[in-house]
């Protein structure tokens, strides 16, 4: 009696003990490997123009703002070019690449700049109409309220930039810094608060600078020219 035999399987059917299993698939084609690559370094691009455009808006905004907290520029000048700085540059600017960020995936970066876009749109209306409006008296407590639930929003943030990289760490440890002081500046009025709200937010400007450059000549150079320190994160860490 003849033993009977299994046939050999059909070309689409999928092929029993092989790696994938009745899972396998066949390989992807070269062309589409080549399209996949394409999109990812296209997307790549743009992330890293938007990033180039949401640190610009950041150094901007925040050099003129602590700039006058510093005592470096005249306190008039707070009146009239901040709420226009601040509302387009620093906050609209910023809102846009948050946006943007979030439309990739990018969690962290979205928050940060989509959240710092939206605190200095408010901040801007608050210059110039609410405090112009508000009794003297009451003008520091509301500065105060005002950035008060932004220490705890900067604080989360600060605690997710330990998987970044130590550049990034210490840009932002100075960002917290500039949002405790203020808001004690805001409660109390005291001016040393003030200065030590300005003498931070200079030293995250000039951090945030630092990393535009790396961002800048990484582009025109075709490789990480300036050191970051990614101390914790792996380089393949999306938020990198």
């Not at 992330?47 to 050099?63: E, S």
């Not at 070019?81 to 690449?97: D, E, K, N, R, T």
Request: with cysteine; glycine share 14%.
């Amino acid at each position: 009696m003849a033993c009977p035999t299994t046939p050999p399987p059909s070309p689409g059917s999928p092929v029993t003990g092989s790696p994938g299993g009745e899972h396998a698939r066949p390989p992807q084609p070269a062309g589409a490997r080549r399209t996949g690559r394409l999109r990812q370094a296209d997307g790549a691009q743009r992330a890293g123009a938007t990033g180039c455009a949401r640190l610009t808006g950041f150094i901007v905004v925040t050099v003129i703002a602590t700039g006058i907290d510093a005592g470096i520029f005249p306190e008039e000048l707070g009146h009239s070019v901040l709420p226009l700085v601040g509302f387009f540059i620093g906050g609209l600017a910023q809102l846009l690449a948050g946006l943007f960020q979030a439309q990739r995936g990018d969690t962290w970066h979205a928050t940060v700049f989509g959240g710092f876009g939206l605190f200095w749109m408010a901040k801007a209306c608050l210059i110039q109409w609410v405090l112009p409006a508000t009794d003297p008296a009451l003008r520091g407590d509301v500065s105060g309220l005002f950035t008060l639930p932004w220490v705890f929003v900067v604080f989360v943030l600060w605690l997710g930039s330990w998987r970044i990289h130590l550049v990034l760490l210490s840009t932002f440890s100075c960002v917290l810094v500039v949002f405790v002081a203020m808001t004690v500046s805001g409660f109390t009025g005291s001016p040393t608060w003030n200065r030590v709200t300005g003498w931070s937010g200079l030293l995250a400007a000039l951090g945030a600078t630092y990393l535009l450059a790396g961002q800048i000549l990484a582009s025109t150079w075709g490789r990480q020219v300036l050191p970051m320190g990614r101390f914790l994160a792996p380089e393949e860490h999306p938020e990198a």
